[in-house]
């Protein structure tokens, strides 16, 4: 093929109009907004995704048709690289470009410039698989997906209903299948082998750890957690909550990840079902981010969010390499992004190299793999830990002069296998937080002394146009609207540990306030200040001003 099918396209095409007035944009996590609006979007994703495999040669491109931890109403998708990770960059531009052509025509003159722009050799196969999470908008959206995958002629393979790392781990374990940097077998019954048949080994010889009872948010997780546990046996004991995937308007509703880390609390639903003392861990919408908590004596609540599970591993790990004779060689680091609690930083950076970066899972990837093996997490519970191949080679060669290195390097070796590099996996995270509470005998409360967190608050504000407002320094600072973050810095100067950034939402039409302090009531009234000073500048509507 010389030239694109636009006979094929058109005919298709007209199926997907796009609707006059809306603007999409391909931000943090792909495009996400109201899934009823999303039909145009998901055909011409089929086509950029058909096109992305052309221009790797025929490499396997994942779609992932999700909105995560918004409402169920919401829907979004996202395009997954060879490796697993997450689309370039410089293809994001293209993606909002081509979903913004207004008609059929002007989709096609887009298509053609594009190709040309990019070099893309048309006659190169195309290959995608895709996924979906239980939006009841999903089944709709994946249709208009594949017709757009069909005026491509891609060949395509259905992955179904899976979480968003699942749907990485495919697109890594299909493209490297048969190769030395093989990643496991193709399938969703590969990913549970791989990650349970680690964990026991991991897990051998400890100690039965007490029951761990996840909140699922009514989400894709639950039936993937259903399956994991058949494969964990009795390794483990679980118990899910918050499965009903089939309950109109349950899934993220008062429960969830981003539930618990925003509200700083148990979903309502746990609340006569935790026990002082019990672990306790929420996933998102899609299983990739993950946060842990429990009750104390008081039946006090204790937030153990990204941070925590950053300071948790990235010890843990630091300890086995020492143990495996290769800290020498083996220089573990961290990434973080400005909404890391204060204190999580000041611990780690007293520990290893720490890192800010933009928010957004595909910026601390990016960073992590700068150092031999690198530790993200987002505060909001997204991220994992990535060992170079520098690092694995070590591991692998490296010649134990004693039974304790033998067993660190072992113990080493599983972690890499238990570890979803690709990508945040709220399963496999929560895995390998199991693994270290048993390898380091800690409770919730042990972890959670690790360090004290300063008192926070994240508050969303609405504004006309999120894109008037810029930032710099890894989104520590506004560069506009002009003068707004004087007047920031300003107020902080007010409060005892103050720290507040401002940066605009990647998924959601929103301006997001974080602010922290040495007090509660100070850091929840630095955010609502600095929320104001925004809604202000952005001349909003004064019956909606933050409080
Ligand atoms: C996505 C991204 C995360 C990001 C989050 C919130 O998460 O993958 O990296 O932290 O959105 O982004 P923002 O503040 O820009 O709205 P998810 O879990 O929704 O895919």
């Not at 890594?172 to 399938?187: L, M, S, V």
């Not at 890192?355 to 530790?375: F, R």
């Not at 599983?414 to 399963?427: H, M, W």
Request: aromatic share 6%; hydrophobic share 40%; charged share 25%.
């Amino acid at each position: 093929m010389s030239a694109l099918p636009h006979d094929n396209i058109r005919s298709l095409s007209v199926k997907h109009e796009k609707p006059s007035k809306l603007k999409f944009q391909y931000g943090t996590a792909g495009f996400r907004t109201l899934g009823e609006t999303l039909d145009s979007v998901l055909f011409r994703v089929g086509i950029l995704a058909a096109l992305r495999s052309k221009k790797l040669d025929g490499k396997t491109i994942g779609v992932m048709v999700t909105a995560s931890h918004n409402p169920e109403p919401d829907n979004g998708v996202k395009l997954v690289d060879p490796r697993g990770e997450m689309l370039e960059s410089s293809w994001e531009g293209h993606a909002t470009l081509l979903a913004n052509a207004q008609t059929t025509d002007a989709l096609l003159v887009a298509l053609d410039e594009f190709v040309k722009l990019t070099k893309i050799d048309l006659s190169k196969p195309s290959r995608v698989v895709f996924a979906r999470d239980t939006r009841p908008s999903g089944p709709k959206l994946v249709e208009s997906l594949v017709d757009g995958l069909e005026a491509l002629g891609a060949e395509y393979r259905d992955a179904g209903v899976t979480t968003t790392p699942v749907l990485h781990y495919l697109v890594r374990a299909i493209n490297t299948k048969g190769t030395k940097e093989a990643y496991g077998e193709d399938t969703e019954h590969g990913y549970l082998t791989k990650l349970s048949d680690a964990f026991k080994k991991l897990i051998g010889g400890k100690a039965a750890p007490s029951p761990l009872l996840i909140d699922c948010a009514n989400g894709v997780g639950a039936p993937i957690a259903v399956k994991l546990c058949e494969y964990l046996g009795d390794s483990i004991p679980i118990k899910l909550t918050n499965t009903a995937i089939d309950t109109k308007g349950a899934l993220n509703n008062s429960c969830g990840a981003d539930f618990v880390k925003t509200s700083q609390k148990l979903p309502p639903s746990l609340v006569s079902v935790l026990q002082p003392g019990q672990r306790a861990c929420s996933l998102d919408g899609d299983a990739d981010r993950l946060i842990y908590y429990y009750l104390d004596d008081r039946s006090q609540f204790h937030m153990l969010d990204g941070d925590k599970i950053t300071a948790l591993v990235a010890s843990f790990i630091v300890d086995l390499v020492k143990a495996a004779g290769l800290d020498e060689q083996i220089k573990v680091g961290v990434v973080q992004t400005a909404y890391a609690n204060g204190s999580s930083t000041k611990y780690l950076s007293e520990r290893l190299p720490v890192k800010c970066v933009p928010t957004g899972v595909k910026h601390l990837h990016h960073a992590a793999e700068h150092y031999h093996v690198g530790v993200y997490f987002e505060a909001n519970g997204h991220g994992t830990v990535l060992f170079s191949q520098t690092a694995q080679d070590q591991i692998t060669t490296h010649k134990p002069s004693t039974p304790a290195q033998s067993t660190a390097l072992n113990h080493l070796t599983n972690l890499i296998n238990l570890i979803n590099q690709t990508v945040g996996d709220a399963l496999s995270d929560m895995l390998l937080v199991e693994v270290v509470l048993a390898h380091k005998s800690y409770s919730g409360v042990e972890w959670d002394s690790l360090y004290s967190d300063l008192p926070n608050r994240l508050v969303k504000v609405v504004v006309g146009d999120r894109n008037a407002f810029t930032t710099a320094d890894a989104e520590r600072r506004l560069v506009s609207p002009p003068g707004l973050q004087g007047k920031i810095d300003e107020l902080v100067r007010r409060y005892d540990g103050g720290r507040s950034f401002v940066r605009p939402s990647g998924t959601e039409d929103v301006v997001r306030v974080y602010a922290e302090a040495v007090i509660k009531s100070q850091a929840d009234e630095l955010a609502f200040r600095v929320a104001g000073l925004v809604f202000d500048e952005a001349g909003g509507d004064p019956t909606q001003r933050p409080k």
